[in-house]
């Protein structure tokens, strides 16, 4: 009975770290005034939001090496650059912000395109 709940206890923890295997990274770097507008429009709201939960954000500044768990197609060049990474590799990429109004359409896109993200009932 130990071996069967332990091995069910390293399932369930399989399963719930497959979920959210999607990363939504924001490549950013201090002066930025989108990056600056975009964290006043979007960030507060972000992680409440069906897409923030399927893809958490994650931050890296432009200057920093990349984090060895990350592949990217191309190495960012503008600020903010939101790339959206499943299991660690680019699946797609938003370079800009395109206001708030823009941004939500093009992350859906992106999301539906790309992943298994499906759109929330409303």
């Not at 992680?47 to 994650?58: D, I, Q, S, V, W």
């Amino acid at each position: 009975m130990r071996w069967f709940m332990s091995a069910l206890a390293g399932l369930t923890l399989a399963l719930s770290q497959s979920v959210s295997a999607a990363e939504l990274i924001i490549v950013e770097e201090v002066g930025c005034a989108w990056c600056a507008e975009w964290n006043t429009d979007i960030a507060p709201i972000y992680p409440k939001t069906a897409e923030g939960k399927f893809a958490p954000l994650r931050r890296i500044d432009i200057h920093d090496p990349k984090p060895a768990d990350l592949t990217f197609k191309t190495r960012p060049v503008f600020t903010p650059t939101f790339i959206l990474v499943q299991e660690g590799r680019e699946v797609g990429r938003i370079e800009g912000y395109p206001g708030e109004d823009f941004f939500w359409g093009l992350l859906e896109r992106m999301l539906l395109d790309e992943t298994e993200y499906e759109r929330p009932n409303s």
